[in-house]
């Protein structure tokens, strides 16, 4: 079982995540996983903490020679912005946030020791192990992009189906937006709100490429690969919702207008991740049963404006309970961006786990082996 866990706060020494179950025999350069950190830094809307932190992977165990052993893997990121010993207590919540909550469930009267940890900077781990599954991913030919769809009601209705061309696209745009035609709008969205003290939120997409018929399950309920899709996305700090294909379309048509009518290619037979059949359309975002089903795996996933405001709402302070403005720390004015890679780490580490659970072995070789035998069993239907 690919399992993951991450330890840390935002101003402590350092973020650190544990991935267990990797196999061994990956190849795995650092500079990869530092990429990902690099990108998850970006985008238009950032405040003035990116400025300072420069985030860069080392690895403690579990890779030897730049090569993983099958033991587990940890990796750790420094905190430049080490200071949480000298920061000042925090006694007035904000709405929104974990503030609050946190400090009635743990007993606490300081909400610093909730807000460290529920800081979005615990994703800097996360995108770190999804950079391990994504490199895994790829020796099998599939690959996770995630992108912005649109941030503060922006939005774009522009689908691309290349891999290539989605990359390109996301890579040189200042929101990692695939529409040129909305950055400009969207930039000067986000410029208005950081000059009101205001924040935004927005629409995130992930498509993956490359996943072969019958990953996930419609046996086991926890096994189903959209529910661990839609619980990994759901967990990333300010996400709010998460669809699939059509999603929340579904509701307003008739069956006849929505489910992917089934098609069958013998002469593609050989070279397909799905036996030679396909669907004539992907309404359903390449998931039916709770399993992948051959086409491209499409999720969306909707972020709420950061909670953390510099003009700050009303609030009552946790020890005097006298009504006041809510506290204010250093954030950002959109993340929607960054969100975006970090969504893209948590599906590509969600397939990867699937993956596993389908073809698992302690080796590449070994998984290589039942992959191809998979497919081979597939095509002779």
């Excluded at 359309?281 to 491209?296: D, K, L, Q, T």
């Excluded at 720390?329 to 580490?349: H, K, L």
Aim: some cysteine; hydrophobic content about 35%.
């Amino acid at each position: 079982m690919l399992t993951l866990t991450t330890a840390g706060e935002s101003h402590g020494p350092c973020l650190v995540v544990i991935v267990s179950g990797f196999p061994a025999g990956v190849l795995l350069d650092e500079s990869v996983i530092n990429e990902d950190l690099k990108m998850r830094q970006g985008g238009y809307g950032r405040g003035g903490r990116m400025q300072i932190e420069s985030d860069r992977v080392s690895v403690l165990s579990g890779i030897r020679k730049k090569t993983t052993i099958g033991s587990p893997v940890c990796l750790k990121i420094e905190n430049r912005d080490y200071k949480i010993d000298i920061l000042p207590n925090v006694t007035k919540p904000r709405p929104g946030h974990a503030d609050l909550s946190g400090v009635m469930k743990y007993g606490q009267d300081d909400i610093r020791n909730i807000l460290e940890r529920a800081s979005a900077r615990e994703t800097a781990a996360r995108v770190a192990a999804g950079s391990l599954a994504k490199v895994l991913l790829s020796k099998f030919g599939i690959s996770v992009l995630g992108y912005v769809k649109g941030i503060g009601g922006v939005d774009s209705c522009k689908t691309l189906t290349d891999k290539e061309e989605i990359r390109k696209r996301r890579d040189k745009s200042r929101v990692y937006c695939l529409d040129e035609s909305i950055e400009k709008e969207i930039i000067e969205k986000i410029d208005v709100a950081k000059k009101s003290g205001d924040s935004l939120g927005g629409i995130i997409e992930v498509v993956s490429f490359g996943l072969p018929t019958g990953l996930g399950d419609h046996v086991h309920w926890d096994l189903r690969l959209d529910g661990a899709i839609a619980r990994a996305l759901m967990s990333i700090q300010g996400i709010k919702g998460v669809e699939f294909g059509l999603g929340f379309q579904f509701a307003g048509k008739f069956g006849s207008q929505v489910h992917d009518e089934i098609t069958y290619d013998p002469q593609a037979k050989e070279s397909s991740l799905s036996g030679g059949f396909g669907r004539s359309s992907n309404n359903a975002g390449g998931i039916e049963g709770g399993m992948s089903n051959g086409e491209v795996l499409i999720s969306r996933a909707v972020m709420k404006p950061i909670p953390t405001l510099m003009k700050p709402l009303k609030s009552i302070d946790i020890l005097s309970k006298e009504p006041t403005d809510a506290s204010t720390e250093r954030s950002d004015t959109c993340a929607v961006p960054a969100a975006s890679i970090v969504a893209e780490s948590v599906v590509s580490f969600e397939i990867a786990r699937s993956f596993l659970e389908k073809f698992g072995g302690d080796s590449l070789c070994e998984i290589t082996r039942n992959y191809h035998g998979y497919l081979r069993q597939i095509r002779k239907m």
